[in-house]
């Protein structure tokens, strides 16, 4: 007679504290060496281009004046913006596809995006001529309106959950139609300054706008990294993270208003980039070590960003092309190969 064997729940291991299989150094140094190599390309390239010893000159203060003021006032800022930026966006993705257990789950697909769209058109509408302080104020209140919304209607099933997902689909179709209508009964010159800011962009970005977005950042990022750890805990389940006596409904509240943050405060600042939230996780997946998936995902987000914009800048030069347009490319192109090709 064979006897029962029960299942004893694993231990939960905070997030950073899985062991490390063989190589997955090499890997971490092969992301951050690949994302160091682009950062460089895109303060070299240019109408005016320079060697790396150049660059290197500029960032060390032993270049000229002119070779510097191109570098650190006119290159630089965009390039930290691509690196911040993507960092957020694919920190944000992770978060949200954890906690909906869903490869869905990212500001994209929820409606967040959708809403600070909205927002931007009726300020566009509302108020004349507004400045950047209106606009990113506009979509950063769109955007924050539409999770509220979504998280409200998926609030019966929490948002460890497909009605979370659901909902916030739901709430990106609203708001689309809401943004034609909007579209079609503006004037064009408010029409074409909408249809600008939607496509997303970092070609605007300068030291004075950078500097306080970059603050932000910050102090979410900081935020979000003493939060993250608890995420494995909730993956194991609401019930054993209960008896562990984690606050689960707070804490996942909490991540939701992290990763909601670091997506206000990016596209505030360069509109609406699809598609770097939803690839970066899949992209870290397969490709980074999973011991430290939200740190993995954001290396993989600030690397598409980094060469979407340098993409977007130099690759059909004299045209350059909006951001956000090369990031749906690139990461449609992504996600139809690992469908293609995927074993299971």
Known sequence: MTRPTTTQPSTPVAEGTLPARPGSHWRWAAGVALLAAVFLAALAAGDLALSPSEVWAALTGTANDFTQTVVLAWRLPRALAAVAFGAALGAA????????????????????????????????????????A???????????????????FSSRSGVGGNTFVLAGIAMSAALGALNTWLVYKTDTATATASSVWAAGTLDNTRWELLQPVLGALAVIAVATALLVPKLRIIELGDDLAHALGLRVSTTRLLLVASAVGLTAVTTAAAGPIMFVALAAPHLARATLPRTHPTLAAALAGALLLSIADW????????????????????????????????KH
Do not use: C, E
């Open 93 to 132: 993705g992770s978060i949200f596809q954890t906690l909906t257990r869903n490869p869905l789950g990212s500001p994209d697909i929820i409606g967040f995006n959708t809403g600070a769209y909205t927002g931007v058109l009726l300020a566009l509408i509302i108020i004349p001529a507004p400045g950047f």
């Open 134 to 152: 209106a606009t990113a104020t506009a979509a950063l209140l769109g955007g924050l309106a539409a999770a509220a919304l979504v998280l409200l």
């Open 311 to 342: 993409l977007a800048a130099h690759a059909f030069a004299p045209t350059q092309l909006p951001v956000g347009a090369v990031t749906v490319s690139l990461g449609g192109v992504y996600l139809t190969l690992t469908i293609l090709f995927r």
